[in-house]
């Protein structure tokens, strides 16, 4: 865990290549979906022992804040008025709208979600994703049938001790393999990985603040652990991404290594601070992961609430 110089346009350009060239999902058309067989499904399935379910997801946030320029809004649309007619029948309804890629609420990045040098993952036109139909090159239907598999956290905090990373924190690939280490797990092909930077711990805490320009998360170099791992999904109770960014030339370099180059869904601002504690307690770091984003035939992504059952 450290804050290392900066990464040279050079240095992340060879990282991004070798990353491309290696990585497990290449350019099927899952990406690295593809990696989770019917056999590794039902294997995770034999990770339930106690039956316990935690949701990984954030309360999805109304209030503007410092990290929330654009909350999310749930308003009642029914009954008119606000009052019950007590002589018949109505119904209550609502109604919701978000930005589905804002630094609070837990979301899913779809393979179309980035855009570099002119083109999505495997190199499909961006023109793709920009047309007036919207995104169906590699949008997030491709997840509709769910995404289940073995999920493993490696709670990096735990690792040096302290409740949380401070923003600008990198975690590296020696992290990762340390938490491993220390938690008796080990990382394998098709896993989702979820780790653990103590982001939402240190909100409830301390209070918002601007994460855009300050917040812990992965070095881009962190990026090889998952490719040699072969992991099918990266998620993280921050952006994944470090704030100020690792790399002087990409502003979110692990968005870029991990959905350009290599495929991977990306899981942003999920909560472990459930998980975690049940994981302790019940002395083991992976189980079954339920992820369901919703059925958006033209999207870049998702509002998703993940379910991690022990």
């Known amino acids: 865990m450290g804050t290392p110089d900066g990464m040279s346009e050079a240095e992340f350009g060879s990282l991004y290549r070798e990353l491309r060239n290696t990585a497990p999902g290449g350019v099927a058309p899952l990406g690295a979906l593809g990696t989770i067989t019917p056999a590794q499904t039902l294997a995770a399935v034999r990770e339930v022992r106690s039956g316990r379910s935690v949701s990984l997801a954030a309360p999805v946030n109304t209030r503007e804040g410092p990290d929330n320029a654009e909350p999310a809004e749930h308003r009642l649309t029914a009954p008119v008025g606000g009052a019950p007619d007590p002589g018949g029948l109505q119904f209550a309804r609502d109604r919701i709208a ?142 994944n991404d470090t704030a100020p960014s690792a790399a002087r030339s990409v502003a979110f370099p692990v968005h870029v290594l991990a959905i350009h180059a290599m495929g991977l869904h990306l899981l942003d601002y999920l909560q472990f601070e459930e998980l975690a504690p049940l994981c302790e307690r019940e002395g083991r770091w992976s189980f079954l992961c339920v992820i369901a984003p919703l059925r958006l035939s033209s999207a870049t992504g998702s509002p998703v609430n993940p379910l991690a059952i022990l």
Do not use: K
């Open 98 to 239: 978000m930005n589905i890629h804002g630094d609070v609420d837990s979301h899913i990045d779809a393979l179309c979600h980035v855009i570099y040098g002119g083109t999505l993952h495997g190199g499909v036109p961006a023109a793709d994703v920009l047309s007036p139909a919207g995104s169906a090159a590699l949008s997030i239907d491709l997840a509709r049938d769910g995404i289940v598999g073995r999920g493993v956290l490696l709670d990096v905090p735990r690792l040096h001790g302290t409740p949380w990373l401070e923003p600008g924190s990198h975690v590296s690939a020696e992290d990762l393999a340390a938490a491993e280490a220390q938690q008796g797990v080990r990382v394998g092909r098709g896993d989702i990985l979820l780790v653990r930077v103590g982001h939402q711990r240190r909100r409830a805490q301390l209070g918002a603040w601007d994460s855009a320009g300050a917040r812990a998360g992965l070095h881009p170099t962190a990026l090889r652990f998952l490719a040699d791992r072969q992991v099918a999904v990266l998620g993280s109770d921050g952006n």
